[in-house]
């Protein structure tokens, strides 16, 4: 079902898509939960991607969750993200922390972003510090050179002993 509605998805199907994820939602997938949530966002409903991801989230789906901490960036609420972030990092999975990286990144909160792309990188991502490097503007972090590299040590998040270049 699934496999279906992601077809009809790039095929443009609407409709289509949307009948088979609630199908396959409904039959127990929760990546389905995820893409419904997807789905109503990219058409502009963000109440009923909040409920999707929230039902998708409850079941342990750290995208559903990433969901909804770039849905609450987006409204400016922290309790939203002090909820489901923290969720995030306590997770093993480098992608998701990477990604929420970005998003804090890209909501402008450079510290919070920070804190997870060091989280992703001790979980084996090498790219996550690249993450940094797009940050720009008033705040961003200090510049190395003609790189946009980061040193652990530049933001107090290690011990002098243990500063490397990122």
Not at 136 to 145: A, D, F, V, Y
């Amino acid at each position: 079902m699934v496999s279906l509605a992601a077809a009809l998805h790039l095929q443009g199907d609407r409709v289509g898509a949307l009948h088979w994820w609630d199908r396959a939602w409904a039959a127990g997938n929760v990546v389905a939960g995820y893409n419904l949530g997807m789905l109503h966002a990219a058409a502009g409903d963000a109440n009923r991607a909040q409920v999707a991801w929230e039902k998708a989230a409850a079941f342990g789906d750290p995208d559903a969750m990433l969901g909804l901490v770039k849905h609450a960036l987006d409204r400016g609420d922290a309790v939203g993200v002090k909820r489901w972030a923290p969720v995030i990092l306590a997770q093993d999975e480098a992608f998701p922390i990477t990604a929420l990286g970005v998003a804090f990144r890209d909501g402008g909160d450079l510290p919070h972003a920070m804190h997870a792309f060091l989280r992703a990188e001790e979980l084996g991502d090498g790219y996550a510090m690249t993450g940094m490097q797009w940050s720009t503007g008033p705040g961003s972090w200090p510049l190395r050179g003609s790189t946009r590299r980061l040193t652990r040590c530049e933001h107090g998040q290690r011990r002098p002993s243990g500063c490397s270049e990122a």
